[in-house]
């Protein structure tokens, strides 16, 4: 992925333990909406198997920002221990990780990302973490508007060097075309784009800046990423897009996004919490996220 032209990539998301995930099918492509509906429901070979892949990378090619989303089993009594052991486990092979409390396809996560919750896990992960691996929080876009300033306070408090904006959504079916758009999971891709935005720009507004985004959701292309930037983003990521548009698609927005920020004349955006390859030159200021 990286050769692709992302400027970084984010892995997962990784259980402690290995699970199977939801049953097949799971996976829906709207083609006529440019969207995607998942339940993919964590499946996952375990962190023991994700961190021997990482260490061969690391040894043999090692170039690049990767980042490595965190999950808690389906079954698991202790999501916060959860969190911190692939954290543990990671650490040192990851640039970042980020904690995973938004996905709609696992019961009872959402519930974590209440602010008390939330701060207790990204305590314990902090603590796991050496000081040069970042961390983030990734949020859901069906959050309340209350709930989006409410966090939107809190999230400068805690220990977080970003705040991901947004994972897929329960909602937006509405005016759909394709036959699948009533299959439950989270949907991401066009349909998403305004939402994630509009999320994007409420937790902004109640952070006051004092916390870096990364937007994410519906992105497809330049204009698309530019407008995250413009509205508070550090950097964006997109997935869905690369089913439609292919594989010169990180490439493509890349040149096309570098133009218009030189035009607007914009530095490109650096990692939140990420030490800079090459003493700080910067990066494409996107990747490929999987958001299951």
């Not at 990784?14 to 509906?37: C, E, H, M, N």
């Not at 980020?98 to 009872?108: A, H, M, Q, R």
Request: aromatic share 6%.
């Amino acid at each position: 992925m990286l050769g692709l032209g992302f400027g970084f990539v984010e892995i997962g998301a990784v259980t402690p333990k290995p699970q199977l995930g939801s049953p097949k099918p799971r996976l829906f492509r709207l083609v006529a909406d440019r969207a995607v509906i998942n339940r993919m429901g964590f499946y996952s070979d375990g962190v023991a198997k994700v961190t021997r892949r990482l260490e061969r990378y690391r040894r043999y090619w090692g170039r690049g920002v990767v980042g490595v989303n965190l999950a808690k089993n389906s079954d698991s009594t202790d999501a916060t221990s959860d969190y911190a052991a692939v954290a543990r486990a990671v650490d040192g092979l990851a640039d970042f990780v980020t904690v995973n409390v938004s996905s709609p396809n696992t019961p009872g996560l959402r519930a974590l990302q209440q602010e008390g919750e939330l701060r207790r896990i990204v305590e314990r992960v902090r603590e796991t973490l050496s000081v040069g691996t970042a961390l983030w929080v990734k949020l859901s876009p069906d959050l309340e508007k209350s709930e989006r300033f409410e966090l939107g306070q809190a999230l400068p408090t805690m220990p977080v060097d970003g705040v991901v904006v947004a994972n897929t959504t329960v909602f937006e079916r509405d005016g759909l075309r394709s036959s699948e758009r009533n299959e439950q999971g989270g949907l991401s891709g066009r349909p998403l784009k305004t939402l994630a935005t509009e999320a994007l720009r409420d937790i902004a507004a109640a952070s006051e800046g004092k916390v870096d985004l990364i937007g994410v959701g519906g992105i497809e292309n330049a204009k698309d990423a530019r407008e995250r930037l413009e509205a508070g983003a550090s950097l964006v990521q997109f997935h869905t897009a690369m089913i439609y548009g292919g594989s010169f698609l990180p490439r493509q927005i890349a040149r096309d996004l570098a133009h218009s920020m030189e035009a607007a004349g914009r530095a490109q955006p650096t990692m939140p919490g990420v030490v800079q390859p090459d003493g700080g030159t910067p990066m494409p200021a996107f990747s490929s996220v999987a958001h299951r």
